[in-house]
Structures are given as structure tokens and as C-alpha cells.
């Protein structure tokens, strides 16, 4: 049988001595391994103690700051007042921005008065709230008392618009493409069928005035086949040279309608023929008239010599008026367009000519 050697097996010439000295500091190593192992775990452990007590230290610091600061803005009125008017802002612009076009309105009116709902909400009580969340003490004064966000009556006009669009005809609707117009539409639905108020338009003995067809006095009242505010131009036109050649500030444009009416031109306001609204009208109120001819010199000539001159361009169908009130010094002509806020306007006499159809001179 082969003999197996023992791992501890003194070499030849080695004593029991030697080996029992082999051994023993072979139990002795095992042993202060052991010891040191447990002395590094104890270190490790005695290390990472500290370590969770400060952490769990600190974090319990942290979430009762939190804690404290949250139930600091709880309790702060200002800052309570702060979030409700941003969030009053927040869901304001987020409708506007996520309404869907009614059918019968164009891209252009939608957008106009989408801009013009977003522009119409005030942030001037949500910036003087940032003042004062952030220690401003007069800011804050002036939100004494104060729980909740103010309703702006600006808003409510718009949501009543887009969430009510079949109250509005699309042709009226339409005119808000002109910013100085949007007033007009919101308050359409209280002037149906408007008869008009009688009003006085103030010194018209220095300065021709610059009516508009959309002026609320009389901007609601039927007239043709709609409204003054979109049919009205030539009643318009004629008030703003009537009234100042005879410095009389009651004819107003709504007068000139009425009569209209009365005398059988509202539809028929100019034809090929010498009759029109515009010889109708001088005759009743007394006003000298000349028809012109369709030249640019003398149109250009009457203007320039001080005589208030009406055009109107366009087609007879569907024609388009201007009260001419002087020449500017590149001899353009200076134009009142009663149809549009953006006046007065400069008219090109060699753009505008062969769109002309009618002109005639007063004083």
C-alpha cells in the first residue's frame, strides 16, 4: 500500500521538537487572523454607525424643513394668493391655445382674435404678487383682504365669443382682423337690431372728422344688407364732409342713414347715372357739389385748394369710399377710410385712378 506523507511531516534530519513548533505557529497564525478579522469587522461597523445616525440626521432635517416650508406657504395668504392667479393665467392661456376653429370662420379672423384674447388678459395683479411673495411690502399691501383671483370682465367676453361662436355672424366676427375693431364684435350680442344713439361729434369747424363705420353709436344699426359698422361707408363719408362744410356736428352718420332710407338710396348709393347718395344728400342739406372727372389732375387740383372730395373706388356692385382731405407733400392724397381703424391713410393718385368710379367736390 503506498503511504501517504502528512502535510506536517518533518524532514529528514528534523526532531518531534521542530515539528511540534511547525504546528503550534501555524494555530497561532489561524488565531490572529481570526482575531484581526474581527477586530476589522468591529472597526467597519463601528464606522458605518456614526455614519447612518447622520444621515438619518439629516434627512429628518431636511424633510422637516420641507415640512416647515410648505406649512409656512400654506399659511401665507399672499403666497395662496400667488398660485391661484398664476394658475388662473396658466388654464386662461391653455384654453386659448387649444380652441378649435368654428367652421365658418377664416384662419385669419381665428387667429386675430385668439392673439387678442391672450393679450387681453392683465398680468399686472400676478407681477405685483411675484413682488410680493418675494418681500415686497408694498406689493403685498395692496393685496389686503384679498382670498381670491379677481375675474377680469375681458376674459369672460372672450370665453362668451369662442364658446358661443353661432351668436356671431361670421362677417361680423370678421372685422376683428382690425385690432381696433375686436371691442366692436365682442359687444355684438348686446346691440342686435340696435336703433342707434343720436350723438353730437364735437368741433367740426377747423378739421374734417375721421368717422367709422364701426363707431358704436351707430355701428349696430342695420343698414343694407348687414350692418353699418361693414355697409355704412358711403352715410360715413358723407357725415365727415357735410359736417364740417356746413360746421354743423348733428350730421353724423347715422342721420345720413336714416335719411337714406327715407329717400330710396340705401341700395342704390351709386350707379353709371349723375344721380347717387352723393347728389341726393348735397341737395337736402344744401351742400354745393361738383361732380369730377375721372382725371388724377383734377382730383389732385380740387383736393389740394382745400375742397373735401369723395371717391368711390371699386366696382358698383360693391363699392368702396374715401373722403380725400388734402394732398401730403409727395402729392399723395390723404385719405379718410371709415372702414378701418388704420386712418388716415395715403392713396397713390397713379395706383388709384383707374379704380375709380365716382368723385365728387364740395365746399
Known amino acids: 500500500?503506498?503511504?501517504?506523507?502528512?502535510?506536517?511531516?518533518?524532514?529528514?534530519?528534523?526532531?518531534?521538537?521542530?515539528?511540534?513548533?511547525?504546528?503550534?505557529?501555524?494555530?497561532?497564525?489561524?488565531?490572529?487572523?481570526?482575531?484581526?478579522?474581527?477586530?476589522?469587522?468591529?472597526?467597519?461597523?463601528?464606522?458605518?454607525?456614526p455614519c447612518l445616525v447622520v444621515a438619518i440626521a439629516l434627512g429628518g432635517a431636511s424633510f422637516g424643513a420641507a415640512y416647515w416650508m410648505d406649512h409656512k406657504e400654506s399659511s401665507n395668504p399672499i403666497v395662496q394668493l400667488?398660485?391661484?392667479?398664476?394658475?388662473?393665467?396658466?388654464?386662461?392661456?391653455?384654453?386659448?391655445?387649444?380652441?378649435?376653429?368654428?367652421?365658418?370662420?377664416?384662419?385669419?379672423?381665428?387667429?386675430?382674435?385668439?392673439?387678442?384674447?391672450?393679450?387681453a388678459y392683465s398680468t399686472a395683479d400676478l407681477d405685483e404678487l411675484n413682488k410680493a411673495v418675494e418681500g415686497?411690502?408694498?406689493?403685498?399691501?395692496?393685496?389686503?383682504?384679498?382670498?381670491?383671483?379677481?375675474?377680469?370682465?375681458?376674459?369672460?367676453?372672450?370665453?362668451?365669443?369662442?364658446?358661443?361662436?353661432?351668436?356671431?355672424?361670421?362677417?361680423?366676427?370678421?372685422?376683428?382682423?382690425?385690432?381696433?375693431?375686436?371691442?366692436?364684435?365682442l359687444e355684438y350680442p348686446n346691440h342686435v337690431n340696435d336703433p342707434g344713439t343720436d350723438v353730437t361729434l364735437g368741433d367740426v369747424t377747423q378739421q374734417m372728422p375721421d368717422l367709422k363705420t364701426f363707431d358704436p353709436a351707430w355701428g349696430y344699426v342695420p343698414y343694407r344688407d348687414s350692418i353699418m359698422a361693414i355697409s355704412g361707408g358711403a352715410p360715413t363719408v358723407i357725415a365727415d364732409v357735410f359736417s364740417y362744410c356746413l360746421d354743423d356736428p348733428?350730421?353724423?352718420?347715422?342721420?345720413?342713414?336714416?335719411?337714406?332710407?327715407?329717400?330710396g338710396y340705401e341700395f342704390n348709393e351709386v350707379s353709371e347715372a349723375d344721380d347717387s347718395i352723393f347728389s341726393g344728400a348735397a341737395l337736402t342739406y344744401g351742400v354745393p357739389m361738383i361732380p369730377l372727372a375721372l382725371y388724377k389732375t383734377q382730383i389732385t387740383d380740387h383736393v389740394s385748394q382745400g375742397y373735401p372730395t369723395i371717391i368711390a373706388t371699386g366696382s358698383y356692385e360693391a363699392p368702396k369710399y374715401y373722403a380725400l382731405n388734402g394732398v401730403d407733400a409727395n402729392g399723395q392724397w390723404i385719405a379718410y377710410d371709415p372702414t378701418t381703424s388704420a386712418s388716415p391713410i395715403t392713396l397713390d393718385p397713379d395706383a388709384t385712378i383707374d379704380s375709380v368710379i365716382k368723385a365728387y367736390s364740395f365746399w
Open 250 to 263: 348733428t350730421i353724423t352718420p347715422l342721420a345720413i342713414a336714416r335719411w337714406a332710407k327715407e329717400a
Open 136 to 185: 415686497d411690502a408694498e406689493a403685498a399691501a395692496k393685496f389686503e383682504g384679498q382670498t381670491e383671483a379677481k375675474v377680469q370682465e375681458a376674459i369672460k367676453q372672450y370665453e362668451d365669443l369662442f364658446n358661443n361662436a353661432a351668436s356671431y355672424p361670421a362677417n361680423i366676427v370678421a372685422l376683428a382682423k382690425d385690432p381696433g375693431m375686436v371691442a366692436f364684435v
Open 82 to 119: 400667488q398660485k391661484a392667479e398664476e394658475k388662473q393665467y396658466n388654464d386662461y392661456v391653455n384654453w386659448v391655445n387649444n380652441l378649435e376653429k368654428p367652421a365658418d370662420w377664416d384662419d385669419e379672423t381665428f387667429e386675430a382674435l385668439k392673439t387678442a384674447a391672450l393679450n
Open 1 to 49: 500500500m503506498k503511504q501517504v506523507k502528512h502535510v506536517n511531516q518533518a524532514p529528514e534530519g528534523a526532531d518531534e521538537k521542530d515539528l511540534f513548533r511547525s504546528d503550534w505557529k501555524e494555530d497561532l497564525d489561524d488565531d490572529n487572523r481570526k482575531k484581526l478579522s474581527r477586530v476589522q469587522r468591529n472597526q467597519k461597523r463601528n464606522f458605518w454607525i
